[in-house]
Protein backbone atom coordinates (compact mmCIF):
# COMPACT_ATOMS: atom_id res chain seq x y z
CA UNK A 1 0.00 0.00 0.00
CA UNK A 2 2.57 2.65 0.96
CA UNK A 3 5.03 1.26 -1.52
CA UNK A 4 2.17 1.96 -4.18
CA UNK A 5 0.99 5.45 -2.90
CA UNK A 6 4.85 6.11 -3.09
CA UNK A 7 5.41 4.81 -6.42
CA UNK A 8 2.26 6.37 -8.12
CA UNK A 9 3.26 9.60 -6.26
CA UNK A 10 7.07 9.78 -8.00
CA UNK A 11 5.08 8.90 -11.39
CA UNK A 12 2.69 12.24 -10.79
CA UNK A 13 6.18 14.03 -10.12
CA UNK A 14 8.41 12.76 -13.47
CA UNK A 15 5.45 13.80 -15.40
CA UNK A 16 5.03 17.26 -13.71
CA UNK A 17 7.04 19.62 -15.65
CA UNK A 18 7.73 22.27 -12.74
CA UNK A 19 11.26 22.47 -12.89
CA UNK A 20 11.57 22.94 -9.10
CA UNK A 21 10.34 19.33 -8.97
CA UNK A 22 13.40 17.70 -11.08
CA UNK A 23 15.31 16.52 -8.56
CA UNK A 24 12.71 14.50 -7.64
CA UNK A 25 12.65 12.65 -10.54
CA UNK A 26 16.43 11.71 -10.79
CA UNK A 27 16.17 10.02 -7.06
CA UNK A 28 16.62 6.01 -7.03
CA UNK A 29 13.91 4.32 -7.09
CA UNK A 30 12.26 1.38 -5.64
CA UNK A 31 12.31 -0.47 -8.66
CA UNK A 32 16.31 -0.82 -8.65
CA UNK A 33 15.88 -3.63 -6.13
CA UNK A 34 13.92 -6.60 -6.30
CA UNK A 35 10.54 -5.45 -3.76
CA UNK A 36 10.31 -8.13 -1.06
CA UNK A 37 7.04 -9.23 -0.32
CA UNK A 38 5.44 -10.01 3.25
CA UNK A 39 5.46 -13.63 2.22
CA UNK A 40 9.48 -13.68 2.04
CA UNK A 41 10.15 -13.10 5.53
CA UNK A 42 10.89 -16.28 7.36
CA UNK A 43 8.40 -17.80 9.82
CA UNK A 44 5.86 -16.45 7.72
CA UNK A 45 3.16 -18.67 6.04
CA UNK A 46 0.69 -17.73 3.54
CA UNK A 47 -2.21 -18.10 6.59
CA UNK A 48 -0.02 -15.44 8.36
CA UNK A 49 0.34 -13.26 6.03
CA UNK A 50 -3.37 -13.54 5.30
CA UNK A 51 -3.73 -12.36 8.70
CA UNK A 52 -1.08 -9.45 8.75
CA UNK A 53 -2.86 -7.90 5.39
CA UNK A 54 -6.34 -8.45 6.88
CA UNK A 55 -5.10 -6.00 9.91
CA UNK A 56 -3.58 -3.70 7.08
CA UNK A 57 0.29 -4.53 6.98
CA UNK A 58 1.58 -5.54 3.38
CA UNK A 59 5.05 -4.36 3.61
CA UNK A 60 7.83 -4.08 5.74
CA UNK A 61 8.26 -0.91 6.44
CA UNK A 62 4.82 -1.21 8.16
CA UNK A 63 5.54 -4.72 10.00
CA UNK A 64 9.62 -3.25 11.19
CA UNK A 65 8.20 0.03 12.70
CA UNK A 66 5.55 -2.14 15.38
CA UNK A 67 6.00 -3.38 18.57
CA UNK A 68 5.68 -6.96 19.27
CA UNK A 69 2.54 -6.40 21.88
CA UNK A 70 0.53 -4.10 19.29
CA UNK A 71 1.56 -6.62 16.31
CA UNK A 72 0.04 -9.29 18.36
CA UNK A 73 -3.12 -7.27 19.24
CA UNK A 74 -3.67 -6.29 15.61
CA UNK A 75 -2.71 -9.24 13.67
CA UNK A 76 -4.29 -11.26 16.41
CA UNK A 77 -0.89 -13.65 16.69
CA UNK A 78 1.17 -15.08 19.50
CA UNK A 79 3.65 -12.34 20.90
CA UNK A 80 6.76 -14.76 20.29
CA UNK A 81 5.96 -14.82 16.29
CA UNK A 82 4.93 -11.12 16.27
CA UNK A 83 9.08 -10.28 17.81
CA UNK A 84 9.57 -12.67 14.87
CA UNK A 85 8.26 -11.09 12.38
CA UNK A 86 9.31 -7.91 13.26
CA UNK A 87 12.78 -8.44 14.06
CA UNK A 88 12.91 -10.06 10.16
CA UNK A 89 10.94 -6.87 8.95
CA UNK A 90 13.40 -5.13 10.34
CA UNK A 91 16.65 -6.71 8.80
CA UNK A 92 14.91 -7.29 5.31
CA UNK A 93 13.50 -3.02 5.33
CA UNK A 94 17.15 -2.58 6.17
CA UNK A 95 16.01 0.46 8.69
CA UNK A 96 17.45 -1.26 11.92
CA UNK A 97 19.87 1.29 12.79
CA UNK A 98 21.50 4.50 12.03
CA UNK A 99 21.89 5.93 8.71
CA UNK A 100 24.07 8.39 6.96
CA UNK A 101 23.44 12.01 6.65
CA UNK A 102 23.27 11.41 3.46
CA UNK A 103 20.25 8.51 3.20
CA UNK A 104 18.20 11.35 5.07
CA UNK A 105 18.61 13.96 2.87
CA UNK A 106 17.26 11.20 0.44
CA UNK A 107 14.68 10.47 2.39
CA UNK A 108 13.88 14.39 2.80
CA UNK A 109 14.17 14.81 -0.87
CA UNK A 110 10.70 12.48 -0.84
CA UNK A 111 8.69 15.38 0.87
CA UNK A 112 6.14 16.77 -1.10
CA UNK A 113 4.81 20.08 -0.06
CA UNK A 114 1.41 20.89 0.24
CA UNK A 115 -0.12 24.19 -1.30
CA UNK A 116 -2.43 26.50 1.06
CA UNK A 117 -3.15 28.24 -1.90
CA UNK A 118 -2.62 30.99 0.04
CA UNK A 119 0.83 32.83 -0.37
CA UNK A 120 1.19 34.48 2.75
CA UNK A 121 0.86 30.89 4.57
CA UNK A 122 3.05 29.00 2.06
CA UNK A 123 5.59 31.56 2.50
CA UNK A 124 5.37 31.37 6.65
CA UNK A 125 5.96 27.51 5.73
CA UNK A 126 8.92 27.77 3.21
CA UNK A 127 6.46 26.48 0.25
CA UNK A 128 3.51 24.82 2.03
CA UNK A 129 2.91 21.64 4.97
CA UNK A 130 5.22 19.18 4.35
CA UNK A 131 4.63 15.57 4.38
CA UNK A 132 6.47 13.33 6.68
CA UNK A 133 5.56 15.69 9.03
CA UNK A 134 2.80 16.37 12.38
CA UNK A 135 1.60 19.36 12.06
CA UNK A 136 -0.41 20.94 15.06
CA UNK A 137 -2.58 23.74 14.25
CA UNK A 138 -3.89 25.33 17.39
CA UNK A 139 -5.89 28.14 18.58
CA UNK A 140 -9.26 29.53 20.61
CA UNK A 141 -12.93 28.75 19.69
CA UNK A 142 -13.92 30.20 16.21
CA UNK A 143 -9.88 31.05 15.41
CA UNK A 144 -10.03 29.07 11.87
CA UNK A 145 -8.33 25.57 12.81
CA UNK A 146 -11.48 23.90 11.26
CA UNK A 147 -11.34 25.92 8.42
CA UNK A 148 -8.15 25.01 8.13
CA UNK A 149 -8.48 21.60 8.02
CA UNK A 150 -11.29 21.80 5.78
CA UNK A 151 -9.22 23.90 3.41
CA UNK A 152 -6.70 21.75 3.13
CA UNK A 153 -8.52 18.33 2.84
CA UNK A 154 -9.77 19.94 -0.16
CA UNK A 155 -6.37 20.88 -1.75
CA UNK A 156 -4.94 17.49 -0.90
CA UNK A 157 -7.17 16.11 -3.86
CA UNK A 158 -5.64 19.07 -6.13
CA UNK A 159 -3.47 17.66 -8.80
CA UNK A 160 0.39 17.96 -8.01
CA UNK A 161 0.99 20.79 -10.48
CA UNK A 162 -1.61 22.67 -8.93
CA UNK A 163 0.51 22.33 -5.58
CA UNK A 164 -2.02 19.23 -4.54
CA UNK A 165 -1.02 15.91 -3.75
CA UNK A 166 -3.61 14.08 -6.36
CA UNK A 167 -4.29 12.13 -2.83
CA UNK A 168 -7.26 10.80 -0.75
CA UNK A 169 -7.80 12.20 2.88
CA UNK A 170 -8.86 10.76 6.29
CA UNK A 171 -10.62 12.81 8.34
CA UNK A 172 -11.26 11.77 12.15
CA UNK A 173 -14.11 14.59 13.24
CA UNK A 174 -14.25 14.54 16.79
CA UNK A 175 -16.59 17.37 17.67
CA UNK A 176 -18.90 16.75 14.52
CA UNK A 177 -17.80 19.87 13.10
CA UNK A 178 -17.17 18.28 9.64
CA UNK A 179 -19.25 19.77 7.32
CA UNK A 180 -19.39 18.23 3.31
CA UNK A 181 -21.35 21.83 1.99
CA UNK A 182 -18.26 23.90 3.25
CA UNK A 183 -15.94 21.11 1.41
CA UNK A 184 -18.33 21.70 -1.72
CA UNK A 185 -17.90 25.73 -1.20
CA UNK A 186 -14.07 25.34 -0.84
CA UNK A 187 -13.89 22.63 -4.06
CA UNK A 188 -15.85 25.03 -5.86
CA UNK A 189 -13.32 27.79 -4.86
CA UNK A 190 -11.06 25.74 -6.92
CA UNK A 191 -13.18 25.14 -10.19
CA UNK A 192 -12.92 21.32 -8.55
CA UNK A 193 -15.91 19.18 -9.15
CA UNK A 194 -17.45 18.82 -5.42
CA UNK A 195 -18.36 15.59 -5.52
CA UNK A 196 -15.37 14.23 -6.96
CA UNK A 197 -13.40 15.88 -3.96
CA UNK A 198 -16.08 14.58 -1.66
CA UNK A 199 -15.15 11.41 -2.76
CA UNK A 200 -11.90 11.19 -1.88
CA UNK A 201 -12.20 12.80 1.78
CA UNK A 202 -13.16 9.46 4.06
CA UNK A 203 -14.50 10.96 7.18
CA UNK A 204 -15.22 9.08 10.50
CA UNK A 205 -16.46 10.64 13.34
CA UNK A 206 -14.82 9.66 16.88
CA UNK A 207 -17.30 9.02 19.92
CA UNK A 208 -14.24 8.71 22.37
CA UNK A 209 -10.45 8.77 22.76
CA UNK A 210 -10.33 5.10 22.60
CA UNK A 211 -12.60 5.24 19.15
CA UNK A 212 -10.41 8.05 17.82
CA UNK A 213 -7.56 5.69 18.60
CA UNK A 214 -9.16 2.52 17.14
CA UNK A 215 -9.60 4.13 14.02
CA UNK A 216 -5.84 4.93 13.18
CA UNK A 217 -5.72 1.07 12.89
CA UNK A 218 -9.25 1.19 10.93
CA UNK A 219 -6.85 3.88 8.38
CA UNK A 220 -4.11 1.19 7.55
CA UNK A 221 -7.02 -1.16 6.94
CA UNK A 222 -8.76 0.89 4.61
CA UNK A 223 -5.38 2.71 2.62
CA UNK A 224 -5.12 -0.19 0.62
CA UNK A 225 -5.90 0.77 -3.10
CA UNK A 226 -6.02 4.85 -2.13
CA UNK A 227 -3.35 7.07 -1.94
CA UNK A 228 -3.25 8.20 1.11
CA UNK A 229 -1.95 11.77 1.44
CA UNK A 230 -3.37 13.56 4.24
CA UNK A 231 -4.85 12.68 7.65
CA UNK A 232 -6.58 15.17 9.79
CA UNK A 233 -7.70 14.83 13.67
CA UNK A 234 -9.95 17.68 14.50
CA UNK A 235 -9.74 17.84 17.46
CA UNK A 236 -6.90 15.49 18.52
CA UNK A 237 -7.45 16.98 22.09
CA UNK A 238 -10.92 17.30 22.83
CA UNK A 239 -11.94 13.77 24.24
CA UNK A 240 -8.73 13.36 26.04
CA UNK A 241 -9.55 17.04 27.98
CA UNK A 242 -12.63 15.75 28.85
CA UNK A 243 -12.22 12.12 29.62
CA UNK A 244 -9.05 12.50 31.98
CA UNK A 245 -9.65 15.14 34.58
CA UNK A 246 -8.29 16.31 36.89
CA UNK A 247 -4.60 15.75 38.11
CA UNK A 248 -4.44 12.42 38.91
CA UNK A 249 -5.56 11.68 35.25
CA UNK A 250 -2.87 13.57 33.70
CA UNK A 251 -0.29 11.12 33.45
CA UNK A 252 -2.60 8.47 32.25
CA UNK A 253 -3.80 10.85 29.99
CA UNK A 254 -0.66 12.02 28.43
CA UNK A 255 0.75 8.11 27.84
CA UNK A 256 -2.23 7.55 25.87
CA UNK A 257 -1.99 10.42 23.90
CA UNK A 258 1.98 10.05 23.31
CA UNK A 259 0.70 6.40 21.56
CA UNK A 260 -1.61 7.84 19.62
CA UNK A 261 0.60 10.86 18.24
CA UNK A 262 3.19 7.87 17.54
CA UNK A 263 0.41 5.89 15.40
CA UNK A 264 -0.71 8.89 13.56
CA UNK A 265 3.58 10.02 13.20
CA UNK A 266 3.80 6.22 11.78
CA UNK A 267 1.13 6.61 9.14
CA UNK A 268 2.63 9.80 7.94
CA UNK A 269 6.24 8.24 7.45
CA UNK A 270 4.65 5.20 5.60
CA UNK A 271 2.77 6.78 3.63
CA UNK A 272 4.79 9.75 3.15
CA UNK A 273 1.66 11.94 3.88
CA UNK A 274 0.69 15.11 6.19
CA UNK A 275 -1.10 14.76 9.35
CA UNK A 276 -2.74 17.66 10.74
CA UNK A 277 -4.40 17.89 13.85
CA UNK A 278 -6.06 20.60 15.89
CA UNK A 279 -5.77 21.41 19.52
CA UNK A 280 -7.52 24.61 21.70
CA UNK A 281 -5.79 26.64 23.98
CA UNK A 282 -6.66 26.78 27.56
CA UNK A 283 -9.99 28.44 27.56
CA UNK A 284 -9.95 29.91 31.28
CA UNK A 285 -7.96 33.33 31.29
CA UNK A 286 -8.66 33.36 34.84
CA UNK A 287 -8.06 30.05 35.87
CA UNK A 288 -5.29 29.49 38.72
CA UNK A 289 -3.01 27.33 36.12
CA UNK A 290 -3.04 27.65 32.74
CA UNK A 291 -2.28 30.54 30.19
CA UNK A 292 -5.22 31.32 27.76
CA UNK A 293 -2.42 31.68 24.74
CA UNK A 294 -0.82 28.01 25.52
CA UNK A 295 -1.97 24.94 23.30
CA UNK A 296 -3.36 21.71 25.76
CA UNK A 297 -1.90 18.66 25.60
CA UNK A 298 1.64 19.87 27.10
CA UNK A 299 4.96 18.73 26.34
CA UNK A 300 3.95 15.50 24.23
CA UNK A 301 1.99 17.05 21.71
CA UNK A 302 5.04 20.19 21.62
CA UNK A 303 7.66 16.68 21.26
CA UNK A 304 5.50 15.02 18.78
CA UNK A 305 4.61 18.07 16.30
CA UNK A 306 7.02 19.09 13.31
CA UNK A 307 5.21 22.25 13.24
CA UNK A 308 2.48 24.49 15.26
CA UNK A 309 0.91 26.68 13.84
CA UNK A 310 -1.39 29.01 16.24
CA UNK A 311 -4.50 30.59 14.62
CA UNK A 312 -5.91 34.41 16.10
CA UNK A 313 -8.41 36.44 15.19
CA UNK A 314 -7.67 39.83 13.80
CA UNK A 315 -9.67 43.23 13.32
CA UNK A 316 -11.81 43.20 10.30
CA UNK A 317 -12.29 39.87 9.77
CA UNK A 318 -8.47 39.14 9.07
CA UNK A 319 -6.92 35.85 10.72
CA UNK A 320 -2.96 35.92 11.57
CA UNK A 321 -1.54 32.92 11.45
CA UNK A 322 2.30 32.11 13.42
CA UNK A 323 4.80 29.67 13.20
CA UNK A 324 6.36 28.44 16.78
CA UNK A 325 9.05 26.42 16.82
CA UNK A 326 10.03 24.94 13.57
CA UNK A 327 12.82 22.87 13.20
CA UNK A 328 14.28 24.78 9.79
CA UNK A 329 12.21 27.74 9.32
CA UNK A 330 12.05 30.76 11.41
CA UNK A 331 9.16 32.21 13.45
CA UNK A 332 7.21 34.61 11.73
CA UNK A 333 3.29 35.36 10.89
CA UNK A 334 0.81 35.40 8.02
CA UNK A 335 -2.12 37.61 7.46
CA UNK A 336 -5.06 35.84 5.42
CA UNK A 337 -9.09 35.63 5.04
CA UNK A 338 -11.86 32.89 5.45
CA UNK A 339 -14.12 33.81 2.67
CA UNK A 340 -17.17 31.35 1.22
CA UNK A 341 -15.06 30.02 -1.05
CA UNK A 342 -12.25 29.56 1.43
CA UNK A 343 -8.82 30.70 2.74
CA UNK A 344 -7.68 33.62 0.74
CA UNK A 345 -4.58 36.15 1.02
P1 LIG B 1 -13.42 25.44 17.58
O1 LIG B 1 -13.51 24.15 16.88
O2 LIG B 1 -14.73 25.85 18.17
O3 LIG B 1 -12.33 25.51 18.58
O4 LIG B 1 -13.13 26.59 16.51
P2 LIG B 1 -12.26 26.52 15.17
O5 LIG B 1 -10.94 27.12 15.46
O6 LIG B 1 -12.29 25.18 14.58
O7 LIG B 1 -13.03 27.55 14.27
P3 LIG B 1 -13.64 27.29 12.83
O8 LIG B 1 -12.61 26.79 11.91
O9 LIG B 1 -14.87 26.51 12.97
O10 LIG B 1 -13.94 28.77 12.41
C1 LIG B 1 -15.22 29.29 12.43
C2 LIG B 1 -15.14 30.64 11.79
O11 LIG B 1 -14.83 30.50 10.40
C3 LIG B 1 -16.46 31.34 11.82
O12 LIG B 1 -16.56 32.10 12.99
C4 LIG B 1 -16.38 32.21 10.60
O13 LIG B 1 -15.73 33.40 10.94
C5 LIG B 1 -15.49 31.47 9.65
N1 LIG B 1 -16.31 30.82 8.62
C6 LIG B 1 -16.82 29.58 8.61
N2 LIG B 1 -17.53 29.36 7.49
C7 LIG B 1 -17.47 30.49 6.77
C8 LIG B 1 -18.02 30.88 5.53
O14 LIG B 1 -18.72 30.15 4.83
N3 LIG B 1 -17.74 32.15 5.10
C9 LIG B 1 -16.98 32.98 5.82
N4 LIG B 1 -16.73 34.20 5.36
N5 LIG B 1 -16.45 32.65 7.03
C10 LIG B 1 -16.69 31.42 7.49
MG1 LIG C 1 -13.19 23.40 15.10
Known amino acids: MATKAKKKAKIEIENNEDPQDKPLAVMPTEEEAPEVKIEDLPGVGPATAEKLREAGFDDLLA ?16 EAVATKIIGAAKKMANIGGFVSGGALLERRREVLKLSSKVQSIDDLLGGGFETQALVEVYGAFGSGKTQIGHQLAVNCTLPMSEGGFDGDVFYIDTEDTFRPERITQMARGHGLDPDAVLERIHVARAYNSAHQMLLVDEIK ?58 NQVHSKPDAMWGDPTKPIGGHVLAHASTFRLYLRKAKAGRRIARLVDSPNLPDGECVYQVTQEGLRD
Open 63 to 78: LAVMSPGDLADQAELG
Open 221 to 278: RMSKGLNVKMIIVDSLTSHFRAEYIGRGMLANRQQKLNRHLKDLKQLADVNNALVLVT
